[in-house]
């Protein structure tokens, strides 16, 4: 077996907060390969962005990782010096963040802004660089881009400004880009056409993909593989067409459910009740418990860890008899769906 | 090409000022005064220092414009020769603390540490430090010139803009662009200079307006108390010191180099304001 792009192994993340400490991130494993596209799925405060934020080394001053390792083809993070690490992680990942306009400097021209990498850290000539820009600027769709070399962020559209995103992103030819939520600030249209960059590049340039979002529809278009995400931990794993059409976990089956569906009318969109968990409180039992349709008491004295069922993983004592007990009971009548 | 895009203008470019009359008005008096410093020789053939002792305190006429003073020196001559020491003085008093300040506020705000905290102790010191006693020991150590105005406008000056950029930085910093731009592996310079350094200047930009208001104001106090640029070198601060005497009978004497300093000020305030509007939109 070949070593993996980017492994995490057992993350903890943990925030200074005023109320107290937040386990933001309790214990998270991943693995990916060349090329893969892997989608990371939960609510606000699941801890999506702060997996990404921590593998990057951009976690805020009152965040740290408590444990857990972080490997780059085999080479953990820890062992390296902060510059060496810095260099590692800009050579091997891009990353695109969801606000298009905040990622993109305001006082230079975007062609400067793409041929920089090139030009300062892969050490390009002056000319080069240009053209490289000029290039990935082709490639990630925008016309007239010989013109365009020269115009400020402002000058641009909302999804123009995210295919720049993108093509800084790709400037130092990484193997994996990191997406925080790139289309969540555009519209259907333009996320659509966003989302249609991503697959295409995936194919062209090999690149691997890490998407985290809350929209399900976003992952199904564009990853192999699902890690939905609840209270700083993966409750269910698997290929996307499996935790699609036979999720395992009761989360991902609620999620799913709650996304509003075109082939069937309902009158009242399905919806998970309550609020995600306070995790500066220690979690007794199923963090997801008081929320789920299917708890029973065992969920609530202790806690479960991802199990193989079927072909993905799931962290559920009622996993194995949950895809049973599915067609037994009507979700809508069960308890959370009202 | 079918289209035409707008090709995009540089930083000074930006600062665009439709519609901003008190900002242009202010930059002519400022630009007026500049003029008439610079171009002091060829509008007065007096020396402003040489004295004619047979016509003291004249009063305005066809030959002396603004009348004559206690040592029938030309007024209006002194006042032109005394706008290139006071506006000298009062752009290097700037200058000076706003590299300074600048400078140390985008390292002290980037790398934080133990650095910072001793930087900002500092700050608080010299804030807390009564500015004209440290700057009257300077002219007692340095001598008295325009050596030690600077000096002593710079000590204490810089605590502003390091203040008011390594607040900017710290907002900054966490910006996504500063992020991406860390996380491509740019050197640490190159990001403190093409990305953050712009995108932060503009607030002390804003604040040298009306600093070297204040650090003019300063020459001229510390002139008037007789520390300044040493007599009889034509400056405002000095002619209104050596003028009060005869505030009763020939009142222009020491109050048109005041007037300067106001119209001074005024100039600069309204360029001060005018890029608030445009900056702070």
């Given at each position: 077996m070949?070593?993996?792009?980017?492994?995490?192994?057992?993350?903890?993340?943990?925030?200074?907060?005023?109320?107290?400490?937040?386990?933001?991130?309790?214990g998270?494993?991943?693995?990916?390969?060349?090329?893969?596209?892997?989608?990371?799925?939960?609510?606000?405060g699941?801890?999506?962005?702060?997996?990404?934020?921590?593998?990057?080394?951009?976690?805020?001053?009152?965040?740290?990782?408590?444990?857990?390792?972080?490997?780059?083809?085999?080479?953990?993070?820890?062992?390296?010096?902060?510059?060496?690490?810095?260099?590692?992680?800009?050579?091997?990942?891009?990353?695109?963040?969801?606000?298009?306009?905040?990622?993109?400097?305001?006082?230079?021209?975007?062609?400067?802004?793409?041929a920089?990498?090139?030009?300062?850290?892969?050490?390009?000539?002056?000319?080069?660089?240009?053209?490289?820009?000029?290039?990935?600027?082709?490639?990630?769709?925008?016309?007239?881009a010989?013109?365009?070399?020269?115009?400020?962020?402002?000058?641009?559209?909302?999804?123009?400004?995210?295919?720049?995103?993108?093509?800084?992103?790709?400037?130092?030819?990484?193997?994996?880009?990191?997406?925080?939520?790139?289309?969540?600030?555009?519209?259907?249209?333009?996320?659509?056409?966003?989302?249609?960059?991503?697959?295409?590049l995936?194919?062209?340039?090999?690149?691997?993909?890490?998407?985290?979002?809350?929209?399900?529809?976003?992952?199904?278009?564009?990853?192999?593989?699902?890690?939905?995400?609840?209270?700083g931990?993966?409750v269910?794993?698997?290929?996307?067409?499996?935790?699609?059409?036979?999720?395992?976990?009761?989360?991902?089956?609620?999620?799913?459910?709650?996304?509003?569906?075109?082939?069937?009318?309902?009158?009242?969109?399905?919806?998970?009740l309550?609020?995600?968990?306070?995790?500066?409180?220690?979690?007794?039992?199923?963090?997801?418990?008081?929320?789920?349709?299917?708890?029973?008491?065992?969920?609530?004295?202790?806690?479960?860890?991802?199990?193989?069922?079927?072909?993905?993983?799931?962290?559920?004592?009622?996993?194995?008899?949950?895809?049973?007990?599915?067609?037994?009971?009507?979700?809508?009548?069960?308890?959370?769906?009202? | 090409?079918?289209?035409?895009?707008?090709?995009?203008?540089s930083?000074?470019?930006?600062?665009?000022?439709?519609?901003?009359?008190?900002?242009?008005?202010?930059?002519?008096?400022?630009?007026?005064?500049?003029?008439?410093?610079?171009a002091?020789?060829?509008?007065?053939?007096?020396?402003?220092?040489?004295?004619?002792?047979?016509?003291?305190?004249?009063?305005?006429?066809?030959?002396?414009?603004?009348?004559?003073?206690?040592?029938?020196?030309?007024?209006?001559?002194?006042?032109?020769?005394?706008?290139?020491?006071?506006?000298?003085?009062?752009?290097?008093?700037?200058?000076?603390?706003?590299?300074?300040?600048?400078?140390?506020?985008?390292?002290?705000?980037?790398?934080?540490?133990?650095?910072?905290?001793?930087?900002?102790?500092?700050?608080?010191?010299?804030?807390?430090?009564?500015?004209?006693?440290?700057?009257?020991?300077?002219?007692?150590?340095?001598?008295?010139?325009?050596?030690?105005?600077?000096?002593?406008?710079?000590?204490?000056?810089?605590?502003?803009?390091?203040?008011?950029?390594?607040?900017?930085?710290?907002v900054?910093?966490?910006?996504?662009?500063?992020?991406a731009?860390?996380?491509?592996?740019?050197?640490?310079a190159?990001?403190?200079?093409?990305?953050?350094?712009?995108?932060?200047?503009?607030?002390?930009?804003?604040?040298?307006?009306?600093?070297?208001?204040?650090?003019?104001?300063?020459?001229?106090?510390?002139?008037?108390?007789?520390?300044?640029?040493?007599?009889?070198?034509?400056?405002?601060?000095?002619?209104?010191?050596?003028?009060?005497?005869?505030?009763?009978?020939?009142?222009?004497?020491?109050?048109?180099?005041?007037?300067?300093?106001?119209i001074?000020?005024?100039?600069?305030?309204?360029?001060?304001?005018?890029?608030?509007?445009?900056?702070?939109?």
């Amino acid at each position: 077996m070949s070593t993996p792009l980017l492994s995490v192994r057992d993350l903890h993340v943990e925030i200074q907060t005023s109320r107290g400490l937040l386990k933001a991130i309790r214990g998270i494993s991943l693995d990916i390969d060349a090329g893969q596209s892997i989608g990371i799925v939960g609510e606000s405060g699941s801890g999506k962005s702060i997996t990404l934020k921590a593998i990057l080394g951009l976690l805020p001053k009152n965040a740290r990782i408590t444990s857990g390792e972080i490997l780059i083809e085999g080479v953990s993070l820890n062992s390296l010096s902060a510059n060496k690490r810095a260099a590692l992680l800009a050579e091997k990942i891009g990353i695109v963040f969801q606000d298009a306009i905040a990622a993109l400097n305001p006082v230079m021209t975007v062609g400067r802004q793409i041929a920089e990498v090139p030009y300062r850290r892969l050490g390009w000539s002056k000319e080069k660089s240009h053209q490289r820009a000029i290039e990935l600027m082709q490639l990630v769709g925008i016309p007239n881009a010989e013109e365009r070399f020269h115009v400020y962020p402002h000058q641009l559209s909302g999804g123009l400004r995210q295919r720049v995103a993108i093509a800084i992103a790709l400037s130092g030819n990484p193997q994996l880009i990191f997406c925080d939520e790139p289309t969540t600030a555009l519209d259907v249209t333009i996320q659509a056409q966003v989302l249609r960059l991503l697959m295409d590049l995936r194919q062209k340039e090999k690149t691997g993909v890490v998407f985290v979002t809350h929209d399900l529809a976003v992952v199904n278009e564009i990853c192999d593989e699902i890690n939905v995400m609840y209270a700083g931990r993966f409750v269910e794993r698997g290929g996307v067409q499996d935790c699609f059409q036979h999720p395992v976990h009761p989360y991902t089956y609620s999620l799913l459910k709650a996304a509003p569906d075109m082939e069937h009318q309902v009158e009242r969109l399905f919806s998970i009740l309550g609020e995600a968990p306070d995790l500066t409180k220690p979690v007794s039992g199923c963090p997801f418990a008081p929320r789920c349709f299917a708890a029973t008491d065992i969920c609530l004295t202790s806690e479960p860890t991802l199990q193989l069922v079927g072909s993905s993983t799931s962290a559920c004592h009622h996993s194995g008899s949950f895809m049973q007990s599915l067609s037994a009971l009507d979700v809508n009548e069960g308890g959370a769906g009202r | 090409m079918s289209t035409t895009l707008i090709r995009g203008k540089s930083l000074t470019g930006r600062l665009k000022f439709k519609g901003n009359g008190s900002f242009y008005l202010g930059i002519g008096i400022i630009s007026l005064l500049v003029i008439i410093a610079a171009a002091a020789p060829l509008i007065s053939h007096y020396d402003p220092t040489g004295q004619d002792l047979l016509n003291t305190l004249v009063p305005p006429s066809r030959h002396h414009w603004l009348g004559t003073d206690q040592l029938g020196r030309d007024v209006f001559t002194r006042i032109i020769y005394g706008a290139r020491i006071d506006l000298t003085i009062g752009f290097a008093a700037v200058l000076l603390p706003f590299i300074l300040g600048t400078t140390l506020g985008l390292v002290s705000g980037w790398f934080g540490g133990w650095f910072d905290s001793l930087l900002m102790r500092i700050v608080d010191t010299t804030i807390a430090f009564p500015f004209y006693v440290l700057a009257i020991a300077l002219v007692f150590i340095v001598g008295p010139g325009p050596k030690a105005i600077i000096l002593a406008i710079t000590l204490v000056g810089w605590v502003a803009y390091c203040r008011i950029i390594r607040a900017a930085v710290l907002v900054a910093k966490e910006l996504d662009y500063v992020h991406a731009a860390k996380l491509s592996g740019l050197p640490t310079a190159r990001i403190l200079r093409k990305h953050l350094l712009p995108n932060v200047i503009s607030q002390a930009i804003i604040f040298s307006m009306s600093d070297i208001v204040l650090s003019i104001l300063a020459i001229v106090s510390l002139g008037y108390l007789g520390l300044g640029v040493p007599i009889p070198t034509a400056e405002w601060g000095s002619m209104i010191q050596e003028g009060q005497a005869y505030i009763l009978q020939q009142w222009w004497i020491p109050t048109i180099p005041g007037v300067m300093v106001v119209i001074t000020g005024f100039g600069l305030s309204l360029i001060g304001d005018g890029l608030v509007r445009r900056l702070n939109k």
